[in-house]
């Protein structure tokens, strides 16, 4: 009847710049797309250069060599019988534009630029791109000379403009389209178009996979219709971690779902569906009664069907429910893929942590163990590549990885670094995790070195700092945390460079970094401390998840030494004991519960709230607990610690973004790092507010 159509989708893990490795995960696609029947193939957005080039796509280069590798698709026959969709940057006119490229057999059937583009977040694609403003409109694209001398084309097709088969039409739409409130695929709905795809670029937030199906499922229930959406997956170079969840829905139904974690570079999704399902859902319900006036698409037309006459014993895949992790899973599985990425592509040897025996420290242990379990898995699952990765990495070719512990022996070690006011208890919690998890573990103390650098500066000022508890002032009592502090971030990187080479081993360890999100948002941590490292996967993590997160650990991993560390009190131990015990907690120190933090910060960047519109809010919101004095304190509070250690944000350590209220001020919360702490205006403001509630409650 030739009606039933098998389409595939893809979930890559494209590294900015590395046209090779790019080329050949491409084609690898479009071979396994074929192998499953499928007659059109929908790659991510930039696949061809890779998502996060940033500013290298202002150079030249990197235009030309996206049109290399284009050049080399279009002439593999691998690409051949098979409509390919791939993303690449193209420059029209002299404007650079984010693309999808059409082909066929060696032929490009046209070029569509994206019209909406991603400026929110971690996207700033108006920096370097221009989107196409000129809807349904058309303009005729001359390729660069390399492109003609392989598809004999002097031009093609450029714009707004939908593909129509022998056996349908076909409109794309890019990324952030999706999320728009005029997104493309509604008018191309209504003008007929069957089949919508969707070539993303989606980084990971806890939370938000159950958006995207939302939107893919809304997009086609309305008015019918097939849905393929394809992601990037991996760490494409920075602090984002693309979580793939390749998908294909139709009629709001979703009927393929990819996975959103996982270590294979190359995933691709197929199914096969009933166009006439499509036909059947929109006569029934929706256009008999739609007046339908806007401008048509110009339609680019191509003599090749999705489909075959017999098509009879093909199956077409059935409405699934979309299986959604726990924000628990994705803490365990996000960080752990983007620390893999991180570490093969780096050229490291493994990881070094400063393991305290704390929440914080414990979570990345934690995160490095899952790891570790996803990369044996992948090896008993005949991953040629992570098996090839693991030996190169540990520098033994014949090396197969066995179990997670014995992994962790080989690529991680930790180290409890100990001082004066470090207590038997967190240097018992410490060592009994890196004895459960596996990892290579040091036990060292600091007073040494402490002592050292304290000594040069009373031999210099002839004036011995005091702690608090000593009667020392407050400046002094900071000053003698903070040398603590930061002679720990000075003997990670010593360990990290030379433990392999006093093990006779080859290469380096990269530092790994456990601040977590509420912690930077108050700036509650020393500058240059174990804070600072290569990198961080649970900078983006608030405490209150990760504490979830632990808890899910403990049953998943087996890991029971967890129950001591989340029993503790939060604590720097930097502050003299007393009587052997820890007096210093963090959440007395901060003057707020992590809780309320986690709050606060929601507030300050989802809810975009200064400090009176904060109050405002909080008094509502914690009428039950506080009086509008107590709200306006912590208000006060908090921002008098945000804006005093905002500076510390532009040297933090890159960090796994999870959250949609971190303060990493590298793009994703862009302010100024000198503030006027006092706040004046706003704090006046919020005093008058508290002196109008209390004396209206009081009946004047």
């Given at each position: 009847?030739?009606?039933?159509v098998t389409?595939a989708?893809?979930?890559?893990?494209?590294?900015a710049?590395?046209?090779?490795?790019?080329l050949?995960?491409?084609l690898?696609?479009?071979e396994?797309?074929k192998?499953?029947g499928?007659?059109?193939r929908?790659?991510?957005?930039l696949?061809?250069?890779?998502?996060g080039c940033?500013?290298?796509?202002y150079?030249?280069?990197?235009l030309?060599?996206?049109?290399?590798v284009?050049?080399?698709?279009?002439?593999?026959?691998?690409?051949q019988?098979?409509i390919c969709d791939?993303?690449?940057?193209?420059m029209?006119?002299d404007?650079r534009?984010?693309?999808?490229?059409?082909?066929?057999?060696?032929?490009?059937?046209?070029i569509?630029?994206?019209?909406?583009?991603?400026?929110y977040g971690?996207?700033?694609?108006?920096r370097?791109?221009s989107p196409?403003?000129?809807?349904?409109?058309?303009?005729e694209?001359?390729?660069?000379?390399m492109?003609?001398?392989?598809?004999?084309?002097?031009?093609?097709p450029?714009?707004?403009?939908?593909l129509s088969?022998?056996?349908?039409?076909?409109?794309s739409?890019?990324c952030?389209?999706m999320w728009?409130?005029k997104?493309?695929?509604?008018?191309?709905?209504?003008d007929?178009?069957e089949?919508?795809t969707n070539?993303s670029?989606?980084?990971?937030?806890?939370?938000?996979a159950n958006q995207r199906v939302a939107?893919?499922t809304s997009?086609?229930?309305?008015?019918?219709?097939?849905?393929?959406f394809?992601?990037?997956?991996?760490c494409d170079g920075?602090?984002?971690?693309?979580d793939g969840?390749?998908?294909?829905?139709?009629?709001g139904?979703?009927?393929?779902q990819?996975?959103?974690f996982s270590?294979?570079?190359?995933?691709?999704?197929?199914a096969?569906?009933d166009?006439?399902?499509v036909?059947?859902y929109?006569g029934?319900?929706c256009?008999?009664?739609?007046v339908?006036d806007h401008?048509p698409?110009?339609?680019?037309?191509v003599?090749f069907?999705?489909?075959?006459?017999?098509?009879?014993?093909?199956?077409?895949?059935?409405?699934?429910?979309?299986?959604f992790?726990?924000?628990?899973e994705?803490?365990?599985l996000?960080?752990?893929c983007w620390?893999?990425?991180?570490?093969?592509?780096?050229g490291?040897a493994?990881f070094?942590?400063p393991?305290?025996?704390?929440?914080?420290?414990s979570?990345?242990?934690?995160?490095?163990?899952?790891?570790c379990a996803?990369?044996?898995?992948a090896?008993?699952d005949?991953?040629t590549?992570v098996?090839q990765?693991?030996?190169?990495?540990?520098?033994?070719?014949?090396?197969?990885?066995?179990?997670?512990?014995?992994?962790?022996?080989?690529?991680?070690?930790?180290c409890?670094?100990?001082s004066?006011?470090?207590?038997?208890?967190?240097?018992s919690?410490a060592k009994?995790?890196a004895?459960?998890i596996g990892?290579n573990?040091i036990?060292?103390?600091?007073d040494?070195?402490?002592?050292?650098?304290l000594?040069?500066?009373?031999f210099?000022?002839?004036?011995?700092p005091?702690?608090r508890?000593?009667?020392?002032?407050?400046?002094?009592?900071?000053?003698?945390?903070?040398?603590?502090?930061?002679v720990r971030?000075?003997?990670?990187?010593?360990?990290?460079?030379?433990?392999?080479w006093?093990?006779g081993?080859?290469g380096?360890?990269?530092?790994l970094g456990?601040?977590?999100?509420?912690?930077?948002?108050?700036g509650?941590?020393?500058k240059?401390?174990?804070s600072?490292?290569?990198i961080?996967?649970?900078g983006?993590?608030?405490?209150?998840d990760l504490?979830s997160f632990?808890?899910?650990?403990?049953?998943?991993?087996q890991?029971?030494?967890?129950?001591?560390?989340?029993?503790?009190?939060?604590?720097?131990?930097?502050?003299?004991?007393?009587?052997g015990?820890v007096a210093q907690t963090?959440e007395?120190?901060?003057g707020?519960?992590?809780t309320?933090l986690s709050?606060?910060?929601?507030?300050?960047k989802?809810s975009?709230?200064?400090?009176y519109?904060?109050?405002c809010?909080?008094m509502e919101?914690?009428?039950?607990?506080?009086?509008p004095?107590?709200?306006?304190?912590?208000?006060?509070?908090?921002f008098?610690?945000?804006s005093v250690?905002r500076?510390k944000m532009?040297?933090?350590?890159?960090?796994y973004?999870?959250?949609?209220?971190?303060?990493d001020?590298?793009?994703?919360?862009?302010r100024?790092?000198?503030?006027?702490?006092?706040w004046?205006?706003?704090?006046?403001k919020?005093?008058?507010?508290?002196?109008?509630?209390?004396?209206?409650r009081?009946?004047?």
């Amino acid at each position: 009847m030739g009606r039933k159509v098998t389409f595939a989708t893809c979930s890559l893990n494209q590294w900015a710049l590395d046209f090779d490795g790019n080329l050949s995960r491409i084609l690898r696609s479009i071979e396994i797309a074929k192998c499953n029947g499928a007659k059109y193939r929908l790659g991510p957005e930039l696949e061809i250069c890779g998502y996060g080039c940033a500013d290298h796509l202002y150079e030249s280069d990197t235009l030309l060599h996206s049109l290399e590798v284009l050049a080399e698709l279009l002439e593999s026959p691998v690409t051949q019988d098979i409509i390919c969709d791939v993303g690449m940057p193209i420059m029209h006119r002299d404007v650079r534009y984010n693309c999808r490229v059409i082909f066929l057999n060696k032929k490009i059937i046209l070029i569509r630029p994206k019209m909406f583009l991603a400026n929110y977040g971690n996207n700033r694609e108006f920096r370097w791109f221009s989107p196409w403003s000129q809807p349904r409109h058309v303009e005729e694209y001359l390729l660069p000379r390399m492109i003609r001398k392989v598809t004999d084309q002097v031009s093609v097709p450029f714009g707004d403009c939908v593909l129509s088969t022998i056996d349908t039409c076909i409109g794309s739409e890019m990324c952030a389209e999706m999320w728009n409130a005029k997104s493309p695929h509604i008018d191309m709905g209504l003008d007929g178009v069957e089949v919508f795809t969707n070539s993303s670029a989606s980084y990971h937030e806890l939370r938000k996979a159950n958006q995207r199906v939302a939107l893919v499922t809304s997009a086609t229930s309305k008015s019918g219709g097939i849905y393929l959406f394809a992601n990037q997956k991996g760490c494409d170079g920075d602090r984002l971690y693309y979580d793939g969840c390749a998908m294909v829905a139709i009629n709001g139904d979703i009927v393929a779902q990819g996975a959103q974690f996982s270590l294979d570079d190359v995933e691709v999704l197929t199914a096969t569906l009933d166009l006439e399902d499509v036909r059947s859902y929109r006569g029934e319900r929706c256009h008999p009664h739609i007046v339908h006036d806007h401008k048509p698409y110009h339609r680019v037309t191509v003599d090749f069907s999705l489909s075959d006459d017999n098509d009879i014993d093909l199956i077409t895949h059935r409405p699934m429910e979309w299986q959604f992790h726990s924000p628990e899973e994705e803490i365990s599985l996000g960080p752990a893929c983007w620390l893999w990425d991180y570490l093969r592509r780096s050229g490291q040897a493994g990881f070094l942590l400063p393991l305290s025996g704390g929440v914080d420290s414990s979570s990345t242990a934690c995160i490095v163990y899952s790891m570790c379990a996803l990369v044996c898995n992948a090896v008993r699952d005949n991953n040629t590549k992570v098996l090839q990765d693991i030996q190169r990495i540990v520098g033994d070719l014949t090396y197969t990885p066995e179990d997670p512990q014995e992994l962790c022996k080989r690529l991680f070690t930790t180290c409890y670094m100990g001082s004066e006011n470090s207590s038997e208890d967190t240097r018992s919690r410490a060592k009994d995790l890196a004895a459960q998890i596996g990892s290579n573990h040091i036990n060292l103390n600091i007073d040494m070195a402490v002592k050292g650098l304290l000594g040069i500066f009373s031999f210099v000022t002839g004036r011995v700092p005091q702690f608090r508890a000593s009667g020392g002032s407050t400046r002094e009592n900071l000053a003698l945390q903070n040398v603590q502090a930061r002679v720990r971030m000075v003997l990670a990187y010593l360990f990290a460079q030379l433990t392999l080479w006093a093990q006779g081993k080859p290469g380096g360890l990269l530092v790994l970094g456990s601040a977590n999100v509420d912690e930077s948002l108050s700036g509650y941590f020393t500058k240059y401390d174990c804070s600072s490292a290569d990198i961080n996967p649970i900078g983006g993590i608030s405490k209150t998840d990760l504490k979830s997160f632990l808890h899910y650990c403990v049953e998943h991993f087996q890991l029971s030494s967890l129950r001591r560390i989340l029993a503790a009190p939060p604590t720097a131990e930097l502050e003299p004991l007393v009587d052997g015990q820890v007096a210093q907690t963090d959440e007395a120190d901060m003057g707020m519960t992590y809780t309320e933090l986690s709050l606060i910060g929601r507030l300050r960047k989802v809810s975009r709230s200064g400090p009176y519109s904060m109050f405002c809010k909080l008094m509502e919101l914690w009428k039950e607990t506080c009086s509008p004095s107590q709200v306006a304190a912590k208000v006060k509070q908090f921002f008098r610690m945000y804006s005093v250690n905002r500076h510390k944000m532009t040297t933090i350590t890159p960090s796994y973004h999870a959250e949609s209220y971190s303060p990493d001020d590298n793009r994703f919360d862009m302010r100024p790092f000198l503030y006027n702490v006092k706040w004046l205006w706003q704090f006046q403001k919020i005093d008058n507010k508290v002196s109008d509630v209390e004396l209206a409650r009081a009946g004047y």
